[in-house]
């Protein structure tokens, strides 16, 4: 069975996660990728070290179905070998500002010299063409100066998301351009640029909230893990632990009131709907605050579950890795790492296709893995691999 992405190329220059996962998605779907980092190792493969070689977890994750290169494109022998590279390439992922595209020759001018219809996929932490430009950033930067913090926590202490869901969500949204510019070039021959930015897709998160604030101005602070918009919809203790029940609707308002036995909510003004529900949230959350404490979080969940209210459980990242669920659809596949002593349970395709498989094959590479055989390739002698890796340039 083929993959979507078969016979396609993609450099990958990305740094932590915005760009490499980026690539490590159009790798699910077939593309052969070639991850390049620094000579010494790029400081993303050594975050959280999990082998006796320092490899760090989030690059068990990011660098999986990837051959991996080491480089240094700043020397002048690293720049022909680039040239080289992006000849035999289709895609470029690169999350660096715009000028240090420029001094590492993966600017559009750059690399459309050597490939005329190549796609160079940019990401960066606030796009080109505004007084942030250049500015270099993080997921939390994206989190912060969207609103999402302010309105995370509470008034008196802003809250960042422990997931990098703005590094994730520019990764996705980045593949998905990256998808649209390849069926481009199959129409019409052409290459082009796509651009992302942490910020652009932080503001896309968080545009609902930004228009009402527009619109007419509520004004809304942070009420930390309850819901403004709807209710009930909080996170609760029980006896044993937490959880979280998320209620949006009349129906399903109704279906919590019958389980309250309450049934005088239903004609209460301040309850009439989602948005007076939200108002009014922190009512509802008080009564079903008093009602989740008497019991213990089994009983908590499957009363809901038998009232077909969505609610779950707050996990540990322990209980993450036994429940019964991602254990039965497979959601974590099981990589060996040299190194290790164990292997790592890195998350498959977040999406499937019926009828061209997407796949994590196999687990990233060690440091410079795959730089002789992608140097050879290139057309260098052992040779020339051994004299370029003497002066650091691989």
Known sequence: MSNVLEGIRVLDFGRYIAGPFCASLLSDMGAEVIRIEKVQGS?????????????????MQMGRNKLGMTLNPMKPEGREIVKKLVASADVVVANLPPDTLH????????????KPDIILTMISAFGTGGPYSNRVGFDGLGQAMSGAMYMSGTPEQPVKSYAPFIDFGTASLSAVGTMAA?????????????????FNTALTMMNGTLIEQAMIERNRSATLNRSQTSGPADTFRTRDGW?????????????????????????????KDDITRGDNGELISE???????????????????????????????????????????????????????????????PFSLSATPTAVKHR??????????????LGYSQADIDQLRSIRVI
């Open 243 to 271: 959880v979280l029940i998320q209620s949006v609707g009349g129906p399903l308002f109704a279906r919590w009131v019958e389980l309250m036995s309450e049934p005088e909510w239903l004609d209460d003004p301040r309850f």
């Open 43 to 59: 400081e993303d493969r050594f975050l959280s070290p999990v082998s006796d070689t320092g490899d760090g977890a989030l690059f």
């Open 103 to 114: 001094a590492m020759g993966l600017d559009y001018d750059s690399l459309t010299a050597i």
């Open 287 to 349: 009564r079903l605050a008093r009602w989740c404490a008497e019991r213990s979080s089994s009983e908590v969940l499957a009363a809901m579950e038998a009232a077909r209210i969505p609610a779950g459980p707050v996990m540990s990242p322990q209980q993450v890795l036994d429940d019964p669920h991602v254990a039965a659809r497979g959601m974590l596949k099981q990589l060996e790492y040299p190194g290790a002593a164990k292997a790592a349970p890195v998350m498959t395709t």
């Open 364 to 377: 990233a590479p060690l440091l410079g893995e795959h730089t002789d055989q992608i140097m050879q390739e």
């Open 182 to 198: 390849l069926l481009e070039r199959q129409k019409t021959g052409q290459g082009q640029v796509v651009e992302a930015s942490l």
